[in-house]
């Protein structure tokens, strides 16, 4: 699993990180690193944020405002941050509802083009 | 318009702001406030904003994390960020590529609570 320790990295070095996934467009993880105890379904999560990404992908091409880079979604119990890495892969950091979501989003904006080379 | 005020107030006190609408579920735009040449299909944008959020609101139904109340979505050219008012209406703000994005967050969240008595 030789990009844990990257997600691993992320995911402790932000205040309230509960995990971080790498996942392809058709909801397989390529590699993740989740805190025990985190309550969520790792599987389900993969494939709906997958299929959610391919509607934004779209929405982004309907309104010609550019190529994909982040998507953010905030709900009652969570924060989820999504970048887009290329064309296929894409990595999602999970917070909790108190979670540090602006270091969360530079994070993986700082990682993402090393990632980006790794993976190409 | 009884909105426009506010919607001009906040797209005027954030860098970068270029528009603010106030949806229904539906893509109807309530009320909108956009500077003279963003460039951007207000139409279009309204009807493809709401159909994504209700994927978005699909998504956060079936990952069961609460109630869905911001979405964010950056592309090359642009920075949106949509949060839920109620049921039926959510609020949009669009800043260009450089816009303040912390900025823009905060001030959806403090106006959300003034808009939802006004709305109900």
Redesign the interface.
């Known amino acids: 699993m030789p990009f844990s320790e990257t997600l691993k990295s992320i995911v402790e070095s932000v205040e309230g990180g509960l995990g971080a996934i790498i996942m392809a467009d058709d909801g397989i993880a390529i590699d993740e690193y989740f805190l025990d105890g985190a309550g ?2 790792l599987n ?2 993969a494939v ?2 997958a ?2 990404l391919k ?2 992908k779209r ?2 091409d ?2 010609k ?14 924060r989820v941050i999504v970048r887009i890495i290329n064309d296929e892969l894409f990595i999602a950091l999970i917070l909790g ?1 108190d979670g540090n979501y ?1 270091k969360g989003r530079y994070l993986l904006r700082r990682e993402v083009s090393g990632l980006r080379e790794r993976l190409s």
């Open positions: 969520m379904d389900l999560m709906e944020y299929s959610l509607e934004v929405t982004a309907v309104l405002t550019g190529m994909l880079e982040e998507l953010a979604v905030n709900t009652g119990q969570s509802r602006g």
